[in-house]
C-alpha cells in the first residue's frame, strides 16, 4: 500500500512538473516587444529595437533577448548608436512566488557603443526629443493596455563582455576608440534613499584589451573597483603605456556638487625609447633607457579649465644611466664653455669657428651624435595649477644643467623660469631666461652673460623650434666677480 501510495506520488509530482514546464515553454514573450520598445522609448527618447527573439530557459532559470538595437537620432553618421548581440537574466524561483525578483546575474554580451557628436556640436546620446513615430510605437502596443507595477529588484552579479567603443567627435575632429571592455560588478546592494548614487553599493573588476585616442594607446588595462557613499573607488589599477608598465590608484568623490579626483600613479621603468617616438619630431634624434617616474595629483570639477586651476601634488622623475642619440650634449656645453674663456679681442674669430660647420654648437647634433646621461631628476611639486620647478637637474658626468622656476599650468605660461649651464660650484655659467606662453615661449639670455651667435645656435640646437623665438642678440657685459651665487644644489651632481 505505502509503496503504491509513493509510486503514484511521485507520477503525480512528475506530470505536475511537466506541465508546468510545459505552460513556462510555451508562454510567449515576444509578444511584449512592443511594450519594452515604448516604455524604452518614453524613459529615454531612444528608438529600441528587439530583432531577435525573447526566450525562456529553465537551467538556469531566466530570460534571454537577442539581437537588440537602439537608433542613431536624425543627423549622425550611422544608423545605430548601440548593438547588442545578447542579453541574459538568471533569476532565482523560489522569491517569484512572493512577487518579488532576485536575478542571480544579467549578462550583457558583445556591444557595439557610438558616442558621436555631430558638426553642429550635438551629442547623439543627449537627443531625447520625441518624433511622430510614437504614435505608430504606441499603436502597435495598444492591446496591452494593463499597466504593470514593477516588483523590487535585487540584483547579485552583473556580466559584461566584450564591449567596443567608438568616441567620434566630428566638431572638435577628435576620435577614440576603447576595444575589448569587459567588466564583473558584484556584491550590489541598494539602500531606500532618495539619492540614486548614495543608495548604490557595488564591487568589481575591469578590463580592457586597450584605448586609442589620436596617436596615443593605452594597453592591458585592469582595474578592481568599488563605490560606497557616493565614492569610487579603484585600486590598483594596472595599464601599459609607451610600452612601459604603470600601476596606480583612482578615487572619484561625487559627495559634493563638484566631484574630487585623486590620480596616482608608479611606473618603475619608463621606456624613454618608446616615448621619443611620439614627442622628439627630429628623425635623428632619440633617447635610449629607463626612468622611473611617480605622480600624486588632486583636482576637482569635470570642466578642464577648473580641474587645471585647483590641480595639486607632485611629479618626480629619476633616471640614471640613459642615452641620447643624435646630440652631443658635452659637444655643444664646451662650446658654451668657451664663450667664457674668449676675451673681447679674440670674440670675432672665435664666433666665427664655432657657426661654421666644422667647430662647436652645430657640429654637436647630427647622426653618430651620442651623450650618455648620468643622472636626470625632476621634481616639480604642483598647487592650484601652478607647478614650481623644485630640483629640476640633468648631468652628462662633465656638465651639468639645471632650472628654476614656475610653470603656469592654468594660464599655460613660463613663470620665471631659467636655464642654466652650471659650473662645479654650482653657479651659473650661462643662463638663459624663458617667458611667454607653453606655445610661444621667448628664450632671452641672462643680461650677465655675453650673447652672440654661437649661444643662440646652441639654444636652437638644445631646445628645438623655440630657437626662432630668441630675439635679437646685444654684447652686454658684466664686470667679473671673484664669488658667484650658486643657482642649483640640488641632488645632480
Known sequence: MGKKFLIGLVLVMTTIIVVLVALIMSFDLNKYKPVIEKKVYEATGKELKINGKIGLSLSPFGISINDIVVKNPKGFSQNNMFEMKKAAVSLELKPLLNKQVKVKYVKLIDINLLVEKNKKGILNLSVTKKDNKTKKIEKEAKPNKEKVKLPQVNVNKVLVENVNIIYDDRQGGVKAKIDGLNLSVNDISFKDNKDILKAIALKGLLTINDIKYDRYVLKDISANFKFKDKIATIDPMKLTTFGSQAVGKLIYNMQKKEPRIYIQEHIAKFDLKEISKEFIKYKNISLEGFVKTDMKLSMVGTNPKLIKRTLSGSVYVDGKDFGIRGVDLNQILQSYDKIKKVNKKNIGSFLLDAASSKGGVISGIGEGKTTAVKRLVIDAPIK????????????????????????????????????????KKGCAKISQKIQGTFFKPIIKLDTSTLTSGVVQGAVKSLLGSFGNMIPGATSATKKKTTKCKVFYNGVVK
Open 384 to 423: 592650484r595649477g601652478v607647478a614650481v620647478l623644485k630640483d629640476v637637474a640633468l648631468s652628462t658626468g662633465k656638465y651639468r644643467i639645471a632650472v628654476k622656476g614656475k610653470l603656469d599650468l592654468y594660464g599655460e605660461k613660463f613663470l620665471g623660469v631659467t636655464v642654466a649651464f652650471l659650473d
